[in-house]
């Protein structure tokens, strides 16, 4: 069934952008992540304008993440005091971020930037993840405990002060470390105009050794809350969110994230680590071919405005 | 001096144009099936039909064969074509030029070939096909349309008409009798919404006789058009309400889906 979108200008199949949410919410209620980087490269194959496809995957974003932390709530397996402390020091990294991005687009070459950065990060992201969860499950299979939490290590993190008790994830912690990191990912997630959640994961389990248990509900509401300050962003600035185009990824991407979410819960913490890795590596390596092996196409056409 | 000259020879000018169209003894009578297209939420293409006839009149040759040549031309925007290039192992936008006031949408039809219609010179004054369009091109300081066969002018064409926004079709035109005539105006799904000019020039023993003009628009209306004008008035509303909508979106599902 065809569906002309009122802002994108263009007519979709309503199942097809149906299917791609339930499928990006479903990762996304499983990981916990906003699954941003996923969606918007979908959106921009089908032929949605880039601009238009990054202001209303936010909305998106905001819809799954809201659904996902509900169900966590419910299972109270979201710390609010930590997720309130990375908040403060996401929105101070947000708002670097915009500024940055003004700055950065100004200079030109700003597409090549995000896409190298892209690659950075999503390969040594994903390439650490993947390593730490294989080597995780090979050592559970030895029979040894697969311990991803070791509660008598101390680092160097742990000898900072301002510590604070953060009662449902059961750690004691400096809160310098979480504004520190609270601030990186909202810096990276306005530059790169993704949510972050598949950095912010890794980081709190690995630097602030959150729980597994709390730390994709959490990582959820910084999710929720950059994204529905995203989407108004989008909306006030350059009029592109296509709400129409947003609706029917909301409602394909939180019944995908309800499912995904049942299905994070039954899957042990080493093999989602392993699978979230082995994902978000996959996408890093695509867009390293991307870069690296001769376009099919040597030239591209983009509008540049003066319509009339 | 130099002005009322130049008054004078505006005056000129514009008599002899005047006079230029009786004296052609040919007249183009057309019209489009529709001059307003809709685009409401199920709109996903359309074909418009352009239909009309000559009128010959007591000083106009017997036995004229006559040719025909429609060019639709969409709103015009400003776009720019970049160009790759492999720099230290990646490939990288590095040359780019930008095309000024270019139609969004072009379509050329006529009845056979443009070689037959007229002789080169004729089709370059003209801009019969797409390769004789002025595409104006920003090269630097300097505001020009260069060769047909500049890569980058090519490639643009090339793209637009995959994506079907352009196209040239040599035989579209049909002749139903020696002066009545039709053609198609196929609009694909992601036609850019706005006015719309049809030029339609007649021609005979490859020399243009006379051209006539006529328009259509493509709009939004109803749902459509709410919503892309309070994107565009109401942006803080317009976020408000689909922050809103996510929210509850999520809310929503969160209790459809509850088990316990």
């Given at each position: ?16 952008i ?7 919410g ?6 916990g992540?906003?699954?941003?980087f996923?969606?918007?490269p979908?959106l921009i194959f089908?032929g949605?304008a880039p601009?238009v ?6 909305s ?7 659904s996902g932390?509900?169900s ?7 710390d ?6 990375l908040l403060?020091g ?8 915009v500024?940055?991005?003004t ?5 030109g ?8 950065s892209?690659?950075?990060l ?11 969860g294989l080597?995780?499950l090979l050592?559970?299979r ?5 311990t991803?939490r ?9 000898g900072?002060?301002l ?5 449902r ?7 310098i ?14 530059v790169?105009?993704?949510?972050g ?6 980081l ?13 509900g ?9 994204m ?10 350059n009029?592109?969110v ?7 990824l ?7 994230a309800?499912?995904?979410?049942r ?32 376009p099919?196409?040597l030239f ?7 319509t009339? | ?6 008054v004078?020879?505006a005056g ?20 489009v ?7 409401t939420?199920?709109y996903?293409?359309e ?9 010959k ?10 040719d025909l ?11 720019v074509?970049?160009?790759k290039?492999?720099?230290?192992g ?9 095309f ?17 219609i ?5 089709q ?9 369009v002025?595409?104006?091109q920003?090269?630097?300081?300097d505001y ?6 500049d890569?980058?002018?090519?490639a643009?064409?090339r793209l637009r008409?995959?994506h ?16 009545l005539?039709r ?8 036609v850019p919404i706005g006015?719309?000019?049809?030029e339609?020039?007649l021609?005979?023993?490859?020399a243009?006789?006379t051209?006539t003009e006529t ?20 942006g ?6 689909t922050?809103f909508m ?10 459809v889906?509850?088990?316990?």
């Amino acid at each position: 069934m065809q569906l002309y979108l009122p802002i994108a200008d263009i007519p979709v199949n309503i199942f097809l952008i149906l299917a791609m949410g339930a499928a990006v919410g479903f990762v996304s209620g499983m990981f916990g992540i906003g699954g941003g980087f996923l969606m918007t490269p979908l959106l921009i194959f089908v032929g949605i304008a880039p601009a238009v496809a990054v202001a209303s995957v936010a909305s998106h974003i905001a819809a799954s993440s809201f659904s996902g932390a509900i169900s966590y709530w419910r299972r109270r397996s979201i710390d609010p005091i930590l997720a309130a402390v990375l908040l403060t020091g996401g929105s101070v990294g947000t708002a670097l971020g915009v500024w940055t991005f003004t700055q950065l687009r100004a200079l030109g070459q700003l597409d090549l930037l995000i896409a190298v950065s892209y690659v950075i990060l999503l390969t040594t992201v994903g390439g650490l993840m993947f390593w730490e969860g294989l080597r995780a499950l090979l050592r559970a299979r030895r029979g040894g405990a697969a311990t991803a939490r070791r509660p008598g290590s101390h680092v160097w993190i742990h000898g900072l002060p301002l510590k604070m008790r953060f009662k449902r994830s059961k750690i004691y912690l400096s809160v310098i470390p979480v504004v520190v990191i609270g601030l990186i990912i909202g810096f990276i997630g306005a530059v790169m105009g993704i949510g972050g959640g598949f950095i912010l994961v890794p980081l709190m389990i690995y630097v602030l050794r959150v729980p597994t248990s709390t730390v994709v509900g959490t990582s959820m509401v910084l999710t929720l809350v950059t994204m529905v300050f995203a989407t108004m962003l989008h909306a006030v600035t350059n009029h592109l969110v296509d709400a129409v185009l947003a609706l029917i990824l909301m409602v394909g991407g939180v019944t995908g994230a309800q499912f995904g979410a049942r299905a994070g819960q039954k899957i042990r913490g080493e093999h989602l680590r392993l699978l979230l890795g082995l994902l978000v590596l996959s996408v890093g390596v695509r867009f390293a071919i991307e870069l690296g092996i001769r376009p099919s196409d040597l030239f591209t056409v983009r509008e540049t405005g003066g319509t009339g | 001096m130099i002005a009322r000259a130049s008054v004078l020879l505006a005056g000129l000018l514009l008599t002899a144009a005047l006079a230029a169209s009786p004296a052609s003894a040919e007249r183009l009578i057309v019209s489009v099936s529709n001059h307003r297209v809709t685009v409401t939420p199920n709109y996903s293409g359309e074909e418009l039909v352009l239909f009309g006839s000559v009128e010959k009149d007591a000083q106009t040759p017997a036995n004229r064969t006559y040719d025909l040549v429609v060019t639709v031309s969409g709103p015009r925007a400003d776009m720019v074509t970049r160009r790759k290039e492999r720099k230290f192992g990646i490939w990288i936008n590095t040359d780019s030029r930008q095309f000024l006031k270019v139609p969004t949408y072009l379509a050329l039809f006529s009845n056979r070939t443009f070689d037959a219609i007229a002789p080169p010179d004729v089709q370059r004054r003209q801009q019969l096909g797409l390769k004789n369009v002025l595409l104006t091109q920003r090269v630097g300081p300097d505001y020009a349309d260069v060769v047909p066969d500049d890569p980058f002018r090519s490639a643009f064409v090339r793209l637009r008409t995959q994506h079907g926004l352009y196209r040239e079709a040599q035989s579209a035109v049909t002749f139903l009798t020696p002066t009545l005539f039709r053609t198609g105006i196929p609009l694909p799904g992601e036609v850019p919404i706005g006015t719309y000019d049809v030029e339609i020039k007649l021609f005979a023993d490859g020399a243009l006789v006379t051209r006539t003009e006529t328009a259509f628009e493509i709009v939004k209306v109803g749902f459509e058009q709410f919503i892309a004008n309070a994107a565009r008035n109401n942006g803080l509303a317009y976020g408000l309400v689909t922050a809103f909508m996510a929210l509850m979106t999520g809310w929503m599902a969160s209790i459809v889906f509850r088990k316990d």
